[in-house]
């Protein structure tokens, strides 16, 4: 089973007690929602999830908990009408772990890794209309631009466009291993400390997935759906994700509505990291709901 990333940590900010009812907002391949249920005595845990296929995996592992485990075939940001629609009110905590998981980097046909040669897609959700095929082989020079920098920091993302741009004048670009050669073309010849396609990936699966616009649509209805003394649990991967989640915590305590938990966020120890070095950019930050 897929081990999520500091899992001791999201269990002990969460404060974790028997008879509460936590939301895994990210249910991925059930790992921490079997955490949570594990935790605490007839705790009762409501998980969200888009992708048919985790929750497939997820189901299986988490069986034996029966009726204390209930799934949403539903993104996170539609979390208050689907507690509304089945008698939930507000919960005793949250957590959003906002990376992919390792089924969706590896499982076959997705196109989320530039490791495997598949048909470029990055759809978390196959039901959204644009995948990263689209984007590719539609969008302008400028707005890829904009996506690669905006979205994955990327320093050639000017250099890339315009090669992208002159490259399916011939022909579409519609692989991960196409579009990973021509981001190789654009970079300096040398040693790099990551792979040249991480960031254009990166980028490419948090536009197609509307991953920043989920993330602001989370944090903004976290104080409606957390009880008084409620926990909210936030783990990411990548600096844009951690700049909303620490702007929105902060502005949130400035005005009384929380108490924060982690005045800088908490990092995955050594041996973490050893085990899973999928983790070592993961940063937490926690909150209480005054």
């Given at each position: 089973?897929h081990?999520?990333?500091?899992?001791?940590?999201?269990?002990?900010y969460?404060?974790?007690?028997?008879?509460?009812?936590?939301?895994?907002?990210?249910?991925?391949?059930?790992g921490?929602?079997?955490a949570l249920?594990?935790?605490?005595?007839?705790?009762?845990?409501?998980?969200?999830?888009?992708?048919?296929?985790?929750?497939?995996?997820?189901?299986?592992?988490l069986?034996?908990?029966?009726?204390?485990?209930?799934?949403?075939?539903?993104?996170?940001?539609?979390?208050?009408?689907?507690?509304?629609e089945s008698?939930?009110?507000?919960?005793?905590?949250?957590?959003?772990?906002?990376?992919?998981?390792?089924?969706?980097?590896?499982?076959?046909?997705?196109?989320?890794?530039?490791?495997?040669?598949?048909?470029?897609?990055?759809?978390?959700?196959?039901?959204m209309r644009i995948?990263?095929?689209?984007v590719?082989?539609?969008?302008?020079?400028?707005?890829?631009?904009?996506i690669?920098?905006?979205?994955?920091?990327e320093r050639?993302?000017?250099r890339?466009?315009?090669?992208?741009?002159?490259?399916?004048?011939?022909?579409?670009?519609?692989t991960t291993d196409?579009?990973?050669?021509?981001?190789?073309?654009?970079y300096?010849?040398?040693?790099?400390?990551v792979?040249?396609?991480?960031?254009?990936?990166?980028?490419?699966?948090?536009?197609?997935?509307?991953?920043?616009?989920?993330?602001?649509?989370?944090?903004?209805?976290l104080?409606?759906?957390?009880?008084?003394?409620?926990?909210?649990?936030?783990?990411?991967?990548?600096?844009g994700?951690?700049?909303l989640?620490?702007?929105?915590?902060?502005?949130?305590?400035?005005?009384?509505s929380?108490?924060?938990?982690?005045?800088?966020?908490?990092?995955?120890?050594?041996e973490?990291?050893?085990?899973?070095?999928?983790?070592?950019?993961?940063?937490?930050?926690?909150?209480?709901?005054?």
């Amino acid at each position: 089973m897929h081990k999520p990333v500091l899992v001791r940590e999201v269990i002990e900010y969460l404060n974790v007690g028997d008879n509460k009812v936590y939301v895994d907002a990210t249910l991925g391949c059930g790992g921490y929602s079997k955490a949570l249920l594990e935790a605490g005595k007839e705790t009762t845990v409501l998980a969200f999830e888009i992708d048919i296929d985790a929750i497939k995996i997820a189901s299986d592992v988490l069986s034996p908990f029966g009726s204390r485990i209930k799934i949403f075939n539903r993104s996170y940001v539609e979390m208050t009408a689907a507690l509304s629609e089945s008698n939930f009110g507000k919960v005793d905590g949250l957590v959003a772990d906002f990376g992919v998981s390792s089924l969706q980097l590896d499982a076959s046909g997705r196109g989320f890794s530039f490791r495997k040669n598949e048909t470029l897609d990055m759809r978390m959700d196959k039901r959204m209309r644009i995948s990263a095929y689209d984007v590719v082989n539609g969008f302008s020079e400028d707005e890829l631009d904009e996506i690669f920098r905006n979205y994955g920091d990327e320093r050639f993302a000017r250099r890339i466009s315009k090669k992208l741009v002159r490259e399916r004048r011939t022909r579409n670009i519609a692989t991960t291993d196409e579009l990973s050669a021509i981001i190789r073309l654009c970079y300096p010849l040398g040693h790099h400390k990551v792979h040249p396609s991480t960031r254009v990936f990166q980028a490419l699966r948090i536009f197609v997935n509307k991953e920043y616009e989920n993330i602001s649509g989370l944090l903004a209805l976290l104080p409606d759906v957390l009880n008084h003394g409620g926990r909210g649990v936030m783990v990411s991967y990548h600096s844009g994700e951690d700049r909303l989640v620490k702007r929105s915590f902060s502005q949130n305590a400035k005005n009384g509505s929380y108490r924060l938990l982690t005045k800088s966020p908490v990092t995955p120890r050594e041996e973490e990291i050893r085990d899973n070095p999928r983790s070592r950019s993961a940063k937490l930050r926690a909150i209480e709901k005054r």
